[in-house]
């Protein structure tokens, strides 16, 4: 989590385990950013977090 709340997101795997290399980032405006907090578990500004890929 950045230190203004949006979210970096670092894929290295799809859900079907193809290796990819992209990053997403999630404003706190965005819509979906509750439920991506949500699915990492919760973070704080500065806090990293290694995650699961999303189940289709």
Do not use: A, N
Request: aromatic share 8%.
């Amino acid at each position: 989590m950045q230190d203004d709340g949006s979210l970096t997101l670092h894929l290295r795997l799809t859900s079907d385990g193809k290796e990819i290399d992209d990053t997403l980032t999630y404003k706190t405006t965005d819509r979906g950013y509750d439920d991506v907090l949500r699915h990492l578990g919760g973070l704080g500004p500065g806090d990293t977090r290694s995650f699961r890929p999303w189940k289709d």
